[in-house]
């Protein structure tokens, strides 16, 4: 074993080419820094059968599982699968949402079906709740940024002692928490990745768990404030009904939603009835109280953003994400912001019960902010660092603006500030909002693009469909994404076949009709910033017709 420590010394410090490769089962004896590997084996294609939804992995592939240990409270479990032939040279790391807790063997196939090296990581705990927190700040920073870090580093010192070269890029793609692992990768971190796909990014946690209890409070504080399905699916309607048109299309999504001045009072129940497509003074309260979002009661200054109404009706928007059954602590934001507040801030241990019906607006967000922000929050918008270690560097992020679960608004604010932050921000940061998307996928309006979800593919892997080729092109040959084509498929269903194209423009342009041909067919919408300002010239992509790009 001191052999190969010694070898694997004399490794890292060695050039980046012409390193002899190590066999699989001989990186079981590698000695990295505060690691641990647990097995190297190769495994051949279809005979591993990942736990969950995810089909076996059809590549045969070098599975090494390991534990970084560096606290005494860390035990940091990742895997990195690497192809036996076939290898493209790079590295892709998938990450992880929620809570964490398990290993995202989805995103290791994708990677390994596409020829990267990939892995994933628990992030330092088991289990899909924050219940390891209390009395465990150590295994709370391993959550918060250094468990993906760890997994990164050392991910990269196993590719080259198994290929015997680096990975000559080394890519990030994931949505939700994985979105602001990736932001906070960027932040802290900058040489870890030269790609990276940030999805709806949870990075401004703090404030954002602080939305979800303002919504629970707005849902339960009151009696009779709960909205039922039946009632956000007339909300919806309401708000298309409005809206739709706006974009010069109707076909239920509304292209921007800022742009809908809906009241939920214009479907109001009229005085001392109720029904199941009308709201009632409670409920008018709570919906306006949800699409405005959580204020500092004492300053009155905005804590976090809310959320639009016109998707509002979809199974996987406000009736699984805000509003939940009719019992309080039910809908998805509730299990997070009640964990968060309890088991993290609170540190209550499980199985104790944390009241969100007392939690104060000015106070409670103050000390969430002091004890948790460096550890959850991804909101620095300097992102010069990034630049300096990574000159070909370059991040995609996306977001869907019917997103329930985290605030399109937050990533359209965050993308702001880091242009006024960046004087050549669009030279590597780009922004894609997805309209009608719900949370990562799914919702009313095209929202399969390749952001890494097996069961929603894109049309084709090439750059036009696909933003990790997108993003590859861009980092490897200097071409900038301007439009990604989406894709809705029927019932979300890619077996069904395709219902309609749309797409994706780089923000703040967006999809406008051209006024003939099928407004299902993208190639019958061109992207055109709003306000008619005229756009950066991109000096690495020749200019598209169809494109109001200049």
Known sequence: MKRLAIAFAALVAAPAQGTAPMSCESLAWLSLPDTT??????????????????????????????SAT???????????????????????????????????????RGALLRGYAGGSSDTGHVGGNADFAPGHP???????????????????????????????????????????QALMEIQRFPEDYDGLIVGA????????????????????????????????????????????????????VAEDPRRCKFDPASIACPAGTDGPSCLTPPQVAAAR????????P??????????????AGDAAAWPAWITGPE????????????????????????????????????????????????NFNATEDNLRAFRRENRRG??????????????????????????????????????????????????????AFGQGLAQQPPLSNAPEHDVLSALERWVEDGVAPKRIVAVKYVNNNPALGVERTRPLCAYPKVAVYKGRGSTNEEANFTCRDPHGKKGHRDHDDDDDDDDDDD
């Not at 004492?298 to 998707?311: D, E, L, N, V, W």
């Not at 106070?363 to 002091?370: E, G, H, K, L, R």
């Not at 937050?410 to 030279?427: K, L, P, T």
């Open 37 to 66: 590997i647990l097995s190297a084996a190769v495994v051949p294609a279809g005979t591993f059968d990942p736990p969950g939804a995810t089909p076996p992995i059809e590549v045969t592939a070098c599975r090494v599982t390991a």
């Open 70 to 108: 560096p606290t005494s409270d860390s035990d940091i479990r990742f895997e990195l699968w690497m192809p036996v032939s076939g290898w493209n040279g790079k590295f892709l790391s998938a990450g992880e949402g929620g809570w964490a807790g398990t290993i995202n063997y989805g995103g290791i």
């Open 138 to 180: 150590e295994k709370v920073t391993d959550f918060g940024w250094r468990g993906k870090h760890l997994q990164a580093a050392r991910s990269k010192d196993l590719i080259r002692a198994f290929y015997g070269e680096r990975a000559k890029h080394s890519y990030f793609s994931s949505c939700s928490n994985g979105g602001r």
């Open 201 to 252: 990014p949870a990075n401004n946690w703090t404030h954002h768990f602080a939305g979800f209890v303002w919504n629970e409070q707005a849902l339960w504080n009151t009696p009779g404030a709960w909205i039922s399905p039946s009632k956000a699916a007339a909300i919806q309607a309401a708000t298309l009904a409005q809206c739709d048109a706006l974009d010069g299309v109707v076909d239920g």
């Open 289 to 296: 109280k949800i699409m405005q979002g959580p204020r500092n």
């Open 298 to 311: 004492r300053t009155g200054r905005q804590i976090y953003p809310g959320y639009f109404t016109s998707a």
């Open 327 to 374: 019992v309080p602590g039910g809908s998805i934001q509730a299990f997070f912001g009640n964990a968060f507040f309890g088991r993290v801030i609170n540190e209550i241990p499980a199985p104790g019960v944390w009241d969100f019906s007392t939690f104060n607006f000015d106070s409670d967000v103050a000390f969430a902010d002091a004890k948790a922000a460096r």
């Open 394 to 447: 370059r991040i995609i992020m996306w977001h869907g603006w019917e997103d329930p679960a985290i605030s399109a608004r937050d990533a359209v604010d965050y993308y702001g500030q880091v242009v006024r932050a960046n004087d050549d921000s669009e030279d590597f940061f780009r922004l894609f909002m997805v309209p009608g998307m719900v949370h990562c996928s799914g919702g009313p309006g095209p929202n």
